[in-house]
């Protein structure tokens, strides 16, 4: 009987520990730094709208707008580019970014240099059936190893 309430209290604690931990990363997954990278990347908002700005969404579709801030914290200078950029819808399939004109509310090439900070916002198009999941992010210098942040 001893055995059987230890080893039930064992799995118990272990049960929450796991729980702690999965509610920790889905946090930590959405804003935080990047330590891997020496990127601070913090989502502001996410937005689903069927037209932002001067851009309207195609017919059975909506625009996700991601308004974010980027630091970088490496020594050297990093170049972000809208063509980083991508959303991973619940389904698998993977949006790139709505292509735009100059305009200063949307992020277009930029130069950042040690130590210095954005914040801007990206538009995706997508299906207004599909959710999205994930955003990557690809710099160059992330090699083959993304930055993927949780959406959810």
């Known amino acids: 009987m001893w055995k059987r309430m230890v080893i039930i209290s064992v799995i118990i604690s272990f049960c929450i520990a796991g729980c702690n931990r999965e509610e920790q990363a889905n946090k930590s997954s959405v ?10 990347f913090v989502i502001k908002n996410v937005n689903r ?29 990093i170049i972000v580019k809208p063509s980083q950029f991508n959303v991973i819808s619940e389904t698998g399939k993977i949006y790139g970014v709505v292509q735009t004109k100059r305009n200063t509310s949307v992020l277009h090439d930029r130069k950042l240099k040690s130590y210095d900070s954005l914040q801007s916002s990206i538009i995706f198009e997508i299906p207004k059936e599909e959710m999205a999941s994930e955003l990557l992010f690809a710099p160059s210098f992330a090699k083959d190893k993304p930055i993927v942040i949780s959406l959810k």
């Open 49 to 77: 709208v069927p037209h932002y700005d001067v851009w309207t969404a195609k017919n059975n579709y909506t625009l996700l707008v991601v308004n974010f801030s980027l630091k970088n914290s490496r020594n050297k200078s």
């Open 31 to 40: 804003k935080g730094i990047l330590s891997d990278h020496q990127i601070d």
